[in-house]
């Protein structure tokens, strides 16, 4: 067995063991021994792998947005396939981690590791070419929060809408007919 594969096992075993944690306590109250002791894995193979449960739960994230990246670079290559459909398909997939993300009121790890990965993972532009740098980090911003509380709320739901009705929404929300005008900021003296 080559080592690759056994780190991807035990980084696995790792998630695995930490989801299931999840589901009794509280992200602050996991410990390693904990962690490596449900798992079947010694501290020195975790401590290989990352600095601590909340660093695991982290990876596991990037490494999921990592693949919802590569299923969005092959959808975002056809023009008629939906983006929106994808992402939300994507997490359909895994509504335990989501679930156990919301009942411990974790996703801002997600909103965080989300926000992250965008700014430097991605290889398509996902943002309007007219925007400055400055200004796409805004854009991020919004984006990758929004679609995240979407993402949280659906949970709290209980998953109650289908990926489609969900792009859908969001598509009604951001079309130009049914966006409304900025407000005017300037002070009136």
Same mark, same amino acid.
């Given at each position: 067995?080559?080592?690759? /594969?056994?780190?991807?096992?035990?980084?696995?075993?790792?998630?695995?063991? $930490?989801?299931?944690?999840?589901?009794?306590?509280?992200?602050?109250?996991?410990?390693?021994?904990? !962690?490596?002791?449900?798992?079947?894995?010694?501290?020195?193979?975790? %401590?290989?792998?990352?600095?601590?449960? *909340?660093? +695991?739960?982290?990876?596991?994230?990037?490494?999921?947005?990592?693949?919802?990246?590569?299923? @969005? *670079?092959?959808?975002?290559?056809?023009?008629?396939?939906?983006?929106?459909?994808?992402?939300?398909?994507?997490?359909?997939?895994?509504?335990?981690?989501?679930?156990? !993300? =919301?009942?411990?009121?974790?996703?801002? @790890?997600?909103?965080?590791? =989300? +926000?992250? #990965?965008?700014?430097?993972?991605?290889?398509?532009?996902? #943002?309007?070419? &007219? $925007?400055?740098?400055?200004?796409?980090? %805004? %854009?991020?911003?919004? =984006?990758?929060?929004?679609?995240?509380?979407?993402?949280? /709320?659906?949970?709290?739901?209980?998953?109650?809408?289908?990926?489609? *009705?969900?792009?859908?929404? /969001?598509?009604?929300?951001?079309?130009?007919?049914? &966006?409304?005008?900025?407000?005017?900021?300037?002070?009136?003296?």
């Amino acid at each position: 067995m080559t080592e690759d /594969v056994r780190v991807a096992r035990s980084r696995r075993w790792l998630v695995e063991a $930490l989801l299931l944690l999840l589901e009794e306590r509280p992200l602050a109250a996991i410990t390693v021994r904990a !962690l490596c002791d449900r798992a079947g894995l010694s501290r020195n193979t975790f %401590y290989r792998l990352c600095s601590s449960p *909340e660093a +695991l739960l982290r990876d596991h994230l990037r490494r999921e947005l990592e693949r919802l990246t590569g299923e @969005l *670079e092959t959808v975002l290559a056809d023009p008629s396939a939906n983006s929106l459909c994808c992402f939300f398909r994507f997490w359909e997939q895994r509504k335990p981690l989501l679930s156990v !993300l =919301h009942r411990q009121g974790l996703f801002s @790890l997600l909103f965080d590791v =989300h +926000l992250n #990965h965008a700014r430097s993972d991605l290889s398509a532009p996902l #943002h309007p070419p &007219s $925007l400055a740098e400055g200004e796409a980090d %805004y %854009y991020f911003g919004w =984006h990758v929060v929004s679609l995240c509380h979407m993402l949280s /709320v659906w949970t709290g739901r209980g998953f109650a809408e289908r990926p489609e *009705e969900l792009a859908a929404l /969001v598509e009604r929300m951001f079309s130009p007919k049914t &966006s409304r005008r900025p407000a005017n900021c300037a002070e009136k003296v």
